[in-house]
């Protein structure tokens, strides 16, 4: 059974601080990694992994794939009030396993000023 | 607009009436998934669809059912819905290699 788990679940910061989230997986027929951000509604994309090593960045937010480690994290530097949210990694599948998708439970962020 | 449209947004219902939540693409993508999202748990995939006529079952497929007839149509159904069916559905749309896009999502409530 495919699984994808997210840690820690929860995490309080400062505004200013830097934080780490990770994910590690288990699938079948790998395609992607995937990171969204949902804050009280509909989630939104972040980035998406398909090579190891390369990282990914988008002004604060920064990620990096481990196919190796069968692993991901998403760093955000300098967390502002607005990055509170729910942020959820999800693994794709490929071949037989095409439109499958298999998400972790989501890593709940709160900043505070 | 590219979107990715659900209807209705909020429902309340009792036991066992028969129900649907539509769900609409406007972008040609292939790839339409049904999600429930409940308190402290990420999205689980109900069923996914590859193109017209093709779906398959996600991790959580009991109790519902869906039909893919037109590309940008994919129509989630819950015959006899119940209270543990209780939760927050989002659709979404992606073609291949890309991130999915996702619907404003469905809060249902069966009593």
């Known amino acids: 059974e495919d699984k994808v788990v997210q840690s820690p679940l929860s995490l309080v910061v400062h505004e200013g601080d830097t934080v780490t989230l990770n994910c590690s997986y288990e699938?079948?027929?790998?395609?992607?990694l995937l990171w969204y951000k949902q804050e009280k509604k509909a989630p939104t994309f972040l980035f998406m992994l398909?090579?190891?090593?390369i990282e990914k960045k988008s002004g604060r937010l920064s990620s990096i794939l481990d196919k190796k480690e069968l692993s991901s994290i998403l760093n955000i530097t300098a967390t502002q009030t607005g990055d509170s949210a729910i942020y959820l990694c999800?693994?794709?599948?490929?071949?037989?396993?095409?439109?499958?998708?298999?998400f972790g439970d989501g890593t709940t962020l709160t900043v505070k000023p | 607009e590219a979107q990715v449209t659900q209807n209705p947004r909020y429902l309340i219902t009792v036991t066992g009436k028969k129900l649907t939540v539509t769900c609409s693409q406007n972008?040609?993508?292939?790839?339409m998934s049904w999600y429930r999202q409940d308190p402290g748990l990420g999205l689980r995939q109900i069923y996914y669809s590859m193109n017209v006529e093709v779906t398959d079952k996600g991790d959580v497929p009991e109790g519902y059912k869906v039909s893919r007839k037109e590309k940008r149509n994919f129509p989630l159904i819950l015959e006899s819905p119940s209270p543990n069916q209780t939760s927050l559905y989002f659709c979404?749309?992606?073609?291949?290699?890309?991130?999915?896009?996702f619907g404003p999502g469905t809060r249902l409530t069966v009593l």
């Open positions: 398909t090579s190891s090593g």
């Open positions: 972008m040609n993508h292939e790839y």
């Open positions: 699938v079948t027929n790998f395609r992607s």
């Open positions: 999800a693994v794709e599948g490929d071949n037989t396993n095409a439109g499958k998708s298999t």
């Open positions: 979404a749309s992606s073609t291949y290699g890309d991130t999915q896009y």
